[in-house]
């Protein structure tokens, strides 16, 4: 998207307003998810001659902290508890194995000759349960999320936890994203302390 000539008016006056901030912190965390997702592809690749990955893994690391100091000027509106489910095997000579085969409560059972073991293993696909903590941030126009620990929501206590399911996050055209020029000088401008903001509607 092009730059706002109210956006660059109020850089010059070391002004940042709330949706300055709204549209930085969403052109960064869907450039973060494009290159997430970019990673993921060229991951799945057998060679990857020019390290694609690697290239995508640090510029999505990058626009993670970027988004990190600019959720500095922000206060979390509560956290957001999710749960995600993750394909795990378990073998049969682990202890819970015959009863998850015994209560039919798996999504797929086979099995393979172990060379090292020397004999046939078998094994259930489970699908188990993982629980997520996430600061939420929402500026009216765009939402954010940002990871914590869950040792860490005694930290926040203040703060209201709200069961939300799963979270879904999307890429986006970069068409529709302030440049990563304008960013730059707001991130300037945040590290430097010299500034002002300016939340009123």
């Known amino acids: 998207m092009r730059t706002p000539k109210e956006y660059t008016q109020n850089l010059k006056q070391k002004i940042i307003t709330k949706q300055m901030l709204a549209d930085c912190l969403y052109s960064v965390n ?3 998810k494009n290159c997430r997702d970019n990673e ?3 991951s799945k690749y057998r060679t990857d001659y020019y390290g694609n990955a690697d290239n995508y893994r640090q510029q999505k690391e990058e626009y993670y902290s970027q988004k990190d100091k600019m959720l500095t000027l922000l206060k979390p509106n509560c ?6 489910y993750h394909k795990e095997r378990v073998y049969d000579y682990e202890p819970e194995y015959y009863e998850i085969y015994d209560s039919g409560n798996y999504l797929r059972s086979s099995g393979y000759y172990d060379k090292e073991l020397h004999e046939y293993v078998e094994f259930v696909v489970v699908n188990v349960p993982h629980t997520s903590y996430y600061l939420f941030y929402d500026l009216g126009t765009h939402s954010f999320h940002t990871p914590i620990e869950q040792s860490d929501l005694k930290k926040y206590s203040e703060l209201q936890v709200v069961d939300i399911g799963e ?3 999307y890429g986006e055209e970069i068409t529709e994203l302030v440049s990563n ?3 730059a000088k707001l991130m300037s401008l945040i590290r430097s302390g010299d500034f002002r903001l300016v939340f009123s509607e």
Not at 79 to 84: G, V
């Open 30 to 32: 869907k450039r973060a």
């Open 40 to 42: 993921h592809k060229y």
């Open 79 to 84: 956290i957001h508890e999710t749960t995600e």
């Open 167 to 169: 979270l879904n996050t």
């Open 181 to 183: 020029q304008f960013v």
